[in-house]
């Protein structure tokens, strides 16, 4: 282990990896960073699986067996897709038994299509978990108004649950009260609540970009020196309010009957800016009972020169609140900010699930010319 992944795992923080291939798995380089950079989980993408499709020969073999077949695109990705959780999901698991449970994890998405589709994405959601069949998995549902009760059914179904596309507190509250409805639906419907587990992944890196482009808009030096602070202060605000929700006693009647608190997670964590630190939005978040879902390059600076220093969240709730504060002062609306970062947050998936598609058929079409 890294000196440096180490303190950050010491903190109390799951250090999650924001990237899967087959290679990945089959070359021994997941397990490597298991044993070498304190990966305890790990979360996908479209962009992902698109990256890896494209990148080398691990699924050749597999594209030509659904070539041959005749198998729909569409149908293509999910058996691609789902291989390689159940694969990840299986070099994790020793990890997963470890923690009971609370790490270990493999997260695969939803359809993004079905980001406004409640029934939908309850439907994908119970394939997936079956699909997969591994109880480690965690099944990714955007935190859309439409997907919130799906958040529920698919808890109250017995299946883990990454929660994912959160910008806003006022929305993170709602997925907390979805996560306790699920749970307590859970409860009613027989299942043992210890075996249920929920992350709500809340996007830091972006929250900047969108508001920094607006304060450079502005161009003052006040507004300047607002740069760089708001994606922070969003999420430490968030963490106050999970500390809030999971003190009440609405939680602690389901804590009694043996459900997990659903952590925070810390996502969208690559830096954007070359100007900040590169670790800034994990140094900066490091605080028990979280998840930092990282992408590479984060992780290995991390490991090189990052330098966690301890709790830097809870305590500075009023400077989060003052942050916040001085932005609407500066005429940035914080409400019009996490709405734009939220329809742009699904455009996005749905722009690299079509790219996802795109690389699946191009590859089924190779294949099956090469016959």
Do not use: C
């Not at 699924?59 to 390689?84: K, R, S």
């Not at 979805?178 to 890196?205: H, M, P, T, W």
Request: without cysteine; glycine residues 8%.
């Amino acid at each position: 282990m890294t000196t440096n992944t180490q303190a950050l795992s010491d903190i109390g923080v799951s250090i999650w990896l924001d990237d899967l291939s087959r290679t990945l798995i089959g070359s021994g380089d997941l397990q490597k960073l298991i044993d070498d950079r304190n990966v305890v989980g790990v979360t996908t993408n479209p962009t992902i699986f698109a990256g890896a499709l494209s990148d080398g020969s691990a699924y050749n073999e597999q594209v030509a067996q659904l070539a041959a077949a005749g198998t729909p695109v569409d149908d293509a990705v999910f058996e691609i897709t789902t291989q390689d959780v159940h694969n990840a999901a299986k070099v994790l698991r020793p990890v997963y038994d470890a923690t009971d449970g609370q790490d270990g994890r493999v997260s695969i998405e939803v359809d993004p299509r079905l980001a406004k589709d409640t029934d939908g994405t309850i439907a994908m959601a119970r394939k997936l978990w079956a699909k997969v069949d591994q109880p480690n998995a965690m099944i990714k549902i955007p935190a859309t108004v439409e997907g919130l009760p799906a958040i529920t059914a698919a808890l109250a179904d017995g299946i883990s649950v990454n929660v994912t596309l959160i910008f806003s507190l006022e929305r993170y509250r709602g997925v907390m009260n979805a996560f306790l409805a699920g749970l307590e639906q859970a409860r009613e419907n027989g299942k043992d609540l210890s075996s249920i587990r929920s992350v709500a992944s809340f996007f830091v890196s972006r929250v900047d970009t969108e508001i920094d482009k607006r304060l450079d808009a502005i161009g003052s030096e006040d507004a300047k020196a607002l740069k760089g602070k708001a994606g922070v202060a969003n999420a430490r605000l968030a963490y106050q309010a999970f500390e809030e929700v999971f003190a009440t006693p609405r939680w602690q009647t389901l804590a009694a009957d043996g459900a997990h608190r659903q952590r925070p997670l810390w996502a969208s964590t690559g830096v954007k800016d070359p100007a900040y630190p590169d670790t800034l939005y994990v140094v900066d978040l490091a605080v028990s009972d979280t998840v930092n879902t990282m992408p590479p390059k984060t992780l290995e600076a991390l490991a090189d020169h990052g330098e966690p220093n301890g709790d830097q969240v809870t305590g500075r709730y009023d400077e989060a609140a003052a942050v916040l504060d001085t932005l609407e002062g500066q005429g940035i609306s914080y409400a019009d900010v996490v709405a734009v970062l939220e329809r742009e947050g699904v455009e996005k998936f749905d722009k690299s699930w079509d790219e996802l598609l795109d690389s699946v058929k191009s590859e089924l079409d190779k294949a099956g010319a090469a016959k």
